[in-house]
């Protein structure tokens, strides 16, 4: 078994910043894909950012030059740092992975931390 443990949510004004971490810990060989995911209040998750074991990044427009996500293989640790937040970013977000327990690949979510962002 494998469990994600975020932190680094909580309450902020506009256009300031903040920092997501995510830790897995756990039967873990390797992992691939890592991102991170948010759900707003009456709206459907969306993908936020996410980034390859080699390093390849893709993020929602919408975020686009304000966030950057990145990781630490040795720490099985994904990121996201959040700059000049808007109020609109405020959501519960959810960090996922794609871990190779072995052979077996299995996608995993953290249990949400949230965003508040005030104007």
């Known amino acids: 078994q494998v469990l994600l443990l975020e932190s680094g949510g909580g309450l902020v004004q506009a256009g300031g910043s903040l920092r997501l971490s995510c830790a897995a810990s756990?039967?873990?060989?390797?992992?691939?894909?890592m991102g991170w995911y948010r759900q707003a209040p009456g709206k459907q998750r969306e993908l936020v950012a996410t980034v390859t074991r080699g390093g390849n990044t893709n993020y929602a427009d919408s975020v686009k030059g304000r966030f950057t996500i990145s990781r630490d293989n040795a720490k099985n640790t994904v990121y996201l740092q959040m700059n000049s937040l808007k109020p609109e970013d405020t959501a519960v977000y959810y960090c996922?992975?794609?871990?190779?327990?072995?052979?077996?690949?299995?996608?995993?979510w953290g249990q949400g931390t949230q965003v508040i962002v005030s104007s």
């Open positions: 996922n992975m794609a871990v190779f327990s072995g052979l077996a690949l299995n996608e995993y």
């Open positions: 756990g039967s873990i060989s390797s992992i691939n894909t």
